[in-house]
């Protein structure tokens, strides 16, 4: 079992940057796949990033790469994504996610990640 609290969203600007952290409990974080998913008011819940239990690897959804950065600290039980070059429609509340299997069989699949944070929300303006 690993509880997830989501932290650092808010509102910026067009272009502007901001850090998304997501703290882990439980002393098995280091061997769980970490995603982050987005949801937008009347849209399903969609892939963001996700890093592998060491941090060896990474996936990104297209409409992220070379703005979004995954990374984790498994010495401090934490995940981030760093935003950059946000856009408005980055707008959304973003989850923090996790399981234990690999990320070659959780991927971008929603439905397979067993752990779910309560979300942060990202405001981006125009």
């Known amino acids: 079992q690993v509880q997830l609290v989501e932290s650092g969203g808010g509102l910026v600007q067009a272009g502007g940057s901001l850090r998304l952290s997501c703290a882990a409990s439980?002393?098995?974080?280091?061997?769980?796949?970490m995603g982050w998913f987005r949801q937008a008011p009347g849209k399903e819940r969609e892939f963001v990033a996700a890093i592998s239990w060491s941090g060896g690897r990474t996936l990104y959804a297209e409409f992220v790469k070379g703005r979004f950065t995954i990374s984790r600290d498994n010495a401090k039980n934490t995940v981030a994504l760093q935003m950059n070059s946000l856009k408005p429609e980055d707008t959304a509340e973003y989850y923090c996610?996790?399981?234990?299997?690999?990320?070659?069989?959780?991927?971008?699949?929603?439905?397979?990640?067993?752990?779910w944070g309560q979300g942060t929300q990202v405001t981006v303006s125009s």
């Open positions: 439980g002393r098995t974080f280091s061997t769980y796949t």
């Open positions: 996610a996790a399981d234990g299997r690999s990320l070659s069989y959780l991927r971008d699949t929603p439905a397979k990640y067993n752990y």
